[in-house]
């Protein structure tokens, strides 16, 4: 995880980059002490899944910088229209543990659900907006599933109880997934006044209101608190 680049989505709508010049940057961070990380027994699959895992449901880096933030705009700028079809976006499955484990998708868009694993997992998720599902996955099998609405979705593997994913359906183009280092970035904003939220798997949401600027790129910090 560590080194991960920091995540944009641009793909599936018109690429906002080429219509405003400003950009957000910004740091996701954990205030006040951080949980000591978690490890659990692994007692079936070993031989794939490992003895142990690190519950990887808040991973906080030694400044602070929280990983796997989901960022984006409450009130986005409108963008061009774009009649490009959305990608496709992958999530595998390695040693038992989703990855990536946060992705975000355009609405209407694609993940396809790898398994790099030897053994049988299942992909489970009981979503609001979006459709249900609950597949079992031999090795090698790729499961394409369609988001058609806006939501945070879990999905989990009922044989491997820690095994935990988030697909995050996104309403707009401006969302981002914070890097290892907390680190986020919103590019092609034009000037403006914006609510900006976040949200992360263990410590729930939190927003900031920031000013925009142009030429940017403005920098601001998202603070999220321990629960
Ligand atoms: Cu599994």
Known sequence: MLGAVVLTLV???????AAWGGSLKGTVV???TTPAPRKLAVTIDQYVCGKEKNVEDLV???QGGV?????????????????????????????????PRV???PAGG????????????????TPNANPAFNRTQPRGRAIPITFPHPEIV????????????????AAHPFYAVSDAGGQFE????????????????????????IVVADPGPTTMTLEMTAR
């Open 60 to 62: 906080v880096s030694p």
């Open 186 to 209: 919103l590019p092609g904003l034009p000037p403006g006044r914006y609510t900006v939220r976040v949200w992360q798997e263990r410590l729930g949401t939190a927003s900031s209101e």
């Open 110 to 125: 694609r993940i396809d659900f790898l398994n790099s694993d030897r053994l049988l997992h299942n992909l489970h998720s």
């Open 11 to 17: 793909g599936g709508f018109p690429t906002p980059r």
């Open 154 to 169: 879990r999905v989990s593997c009922d044989l491997h109880s820690w095994m935990r994913g988030w697909v995050v359906v």
């Open 103 to 105: 992705v975000v998708v």
């Open 67 to 99: 990983l796997n933030a989901v960022v984006w705009l409450d009130n986005p700028p409108a963008s061009p229209r774009n009649d490009a079809p959305p990608p496709a976006i992958a999530m595998d499955q390695k040693e038992c543990t989703f990855v």
């Open 30 to 32: 954990l205030k006040g």
